[in-house]
Nanobody, 124 residues
Framework: QVQLVESGGGLVQAGGSLRLSCAAS????????MGWFRQAPGKEREFVAG????????YYADSVKGRFTISRDNAKNTVYLQMNSLRPEDTAVYYC?????????????????WGQGTQVTVSS
């Protein structure tokens, strides 16, 4: 059983930056592909970014390409999401998720474990 705990959310003005962290415990972190998803009020959960177990391949939603960067530190069992040039439409609860030996990273249904989420609010 893998436990995931997100942190780093908050309130920021448009154009600002935040760095989300997701700490994992209870499993072999390096065996999991990791993803970040978000869910805004009244909307479905959507893929934001994903990273393969080795960290060599990353994937992004078109809406965040060039602004967000996903990375991982397998020694610290942590995945990060650096968010720059934030926009009001980025406002959502952000979730990290773990996908055992995952290769397809964009489908939330393929993830095995989820964190509780952290709120990101971007004011205009």
């Amino acid at each position: 059983q893998v436990q995931l705990v997100e942190s780093g959310g908050g309130l920021v003005q448009a154009g600002g930056s935040l760095r989300l962290s997701c700490a994992a415990s209870g499993g072999t972190f390096s065996s999991y592909a990791m993803g970040w998803f978000r869910q805004a009020p009244g909307k479905e959960r959507e893929f934001v970014a994903g990273i393969r177990w080795s960290g060599g391949s990353t994937y992004y939603a078109d809406s965040v390409k060039g602004r967000f960067t996903i990375s991982r530190d397998n020694a610290k069992n942590t995945v990060y999401l650096q968010m720059n040039s934030l926009r009001p439409e980025d406002t959502a609860v952000y979730y990290c998720a773990a996908n055992f030996l995952g290769t397809t990273l964009t489908d939330p249904g393929l993830y095995d474990y989820w964190g509780q989420g952290t709120q990101v609010t971007v004011s205009s």
